[in-house]
């Protein structure tokens, strides 16, 4: 792909050199991108921030959220009447609600 005008081969950058298991974390503010990928390969993402607590925080999260909702549970936590479980979703659940329109 030559997003910029050159390949990825030629792209200035610092490489990365990572084996099948390794966790790498950074920031999604900076550019970044996988040349020479094999296919097939496993790919996991994660998200972290901290719990909004305003308006301006929400609107933040959801300018980067693509699904148009903060999280679905599976069904198994949602129907779960365990209070353990309960209290991890349904925060979650309510902040879905507050986020409703945003997008």
Same mark, same amino acid.
Request: hydrophobic fraction near 35%; avoid cysteine; proline fraction near 6%.
């Given at each position: #792909? ?7 081969? %030629? ?10 298991? %390794?966790?790498?974390?950074?920031? !999604? ?7 020479? /990928? !094999? ?10 921030? /901290?719990? @909004?607590?305003? $308006?301006?925080?929400? /609107?933040?999260?959801?300018? =980067? $959220?693509?699904?148009?909702?903060? =999280?679905? @549970?599976? %069904? ?10 309960? /209290?991890?979703? %349904? ?11 945003? #997008?």
């Amino acid at each position: #792909m030559e997003t910029y005008g050159i390949s990825g081969r %030629d792209m200035p950058g610092y490489a990365l050199e990572s084996d099948p298991g %390794d966790i790498v974390f950074f920031s !999604q503010k900076i550019y970044h991108g996988v040349y020479g /990928a !094999q296919s097939g390969r496993r790919f996991l993402k994660l998200r972290f921030v /901290a719990w @909004p607590e305003t $308006n301006e925080q929400i /609107a933040s999260l959801m300018r =980067y $959220n693509n699904r148009g909702h903060i =999280y679905r @549970p599976d %069904d198994a936590f949602l129907n779960s009447d365990r209070p353990r479980i309960r /209290a991890m979703v %349904d925060p979650l659940l309510e902040l879905d609600k507050r986020t409703k329109g945003w #997008m």
